[in-house]
């Protein structure tokens, strides 16, 4: 996630550090570094990590974004466990993990993030059988950022996992279910574009101009698109206001992809481009 997880640990009330971050992808650890200084991040194939590397460290949380890849369900031949990308995740959670545990060096919580469609994976009911084989209690949870007030349509899943026969708050006991809120907070999430206004009612999800930069003053924009692949695919494109209060998911796909790669953003609010396309 190039520094995604690090982020969204150092916004939180939650005390703590990040002593080592492992990627494989090139890319991921330069703009890691960009953000968190050249040591933050090592580029390292986490297949290759053994028992030893880890306890060295002696980290308490984990944190963790597995390729998504074999479980998307834009990928239609997503093969799940099978797939040669979960191999380095699944090795660390079935062979690595437990051999921490042995040593009494393994993590009192860990956190899993993926796309929608991991739920229902091979390689998350390994996960699940191994993770309470070793004596971790678990949360699963499927939610979008406009369940709390973020116009970016992104459904991720997520797992909480914390050592011991604890329980989790809102949750009586151990249950085989993806909630669809966080317990205890709310209720489940409804796309308001499928039900009445009144079924929908819920967070009120901000604009998109809450979150933009500062214009840029070089014109054109470094990031405008060129008015030849607008004229060929601009009918494909989700084009969206600085009002809108709601974003496509992006994927890597953006600035390459015309369709199901993230939403394009229209500076204009007075130019009605249905009318310019018709």
């Known amino acids: 996630m190039a520094g995604g997880l690090h982020r969204a640990l150092a916004q939180s009330a939650a005390r703590g550090n990040v002593v080592r971050a492992y990627d494989w992808d090139q890319a991921a650890c330069r703009v890691y570094a960009a953000n968190y200084g050249p040591g933050a991040v090592q580029k390292v194939d986490i297949s290759s990590l053994e028992a030893a590397d880890l306890a060295e460290l002696d980290a308490d949380l984990w944190l963790l974004s597995p390729s998504c890849q074999p479980y998307t369900v834009l990928n239609p031949l997503a093969k799940g466990a099978e797939d040669p990308r979960a191999k380095s995740f699944i090795r660390l959670m079935e062979t690595v993990l437990p051999e921490l545990v042995r040593l009494q060096k393994h993590p009192q ?3 899993v993030e993926n796309v929608a469609g991991f739920e229902t994976s091979s390689t998350r009911e390994r996960l699940l059988a191994n993770l309470r084989t070793l004596g971790y209690t678990t949360l699963e949870l499927l939610l979008t950022p406009l369940q709390f007030g973020i116009p970016n349509s992104r459904l991720r899943y997520y797992l909480l996992a914390k050592f011991g026969p604890s ?8 249950e085989d279910r993806v909630w669809r809120h966080i317990p205890g907070r709310g209720t489940d999430w409804v796309d308001a574009r ?14 998109v101009r809450d979150y933009l930069d500062e214009e840029s003053p070089v014109e054109p924009h470094p990031h405008t698109i ?11 494109f989700d084009i969206v206001l600085p009002s809108a209060r709601r974003t496509c998911c992006f994927t890597r796909g953006y600035t390459k992809l015309v369709e199901r790669a993230g939403s394009v953003l229209q500076m204009n ?10």
């Not at 609010?269 to 018709?278: C, T």
């Open 194 to 207: 499928t039900v009445s206004s009144e079924e929908a009612a819920g967070v009120a999800v901000t604009e």
């Open 167 to 174: 329980h989790f708050v809102g949750v009586r006991e151990q």
């Open 269 to 278: 609010e007075d130019l009605d481009v249905s009318v310019v396309r018709d």
């Open 226 to 236: 060129p008015e030849k692949v607008l004229e060929k695919w601009g009918r494909l």
């Open 109 to 111: 919580k860990l956190l």
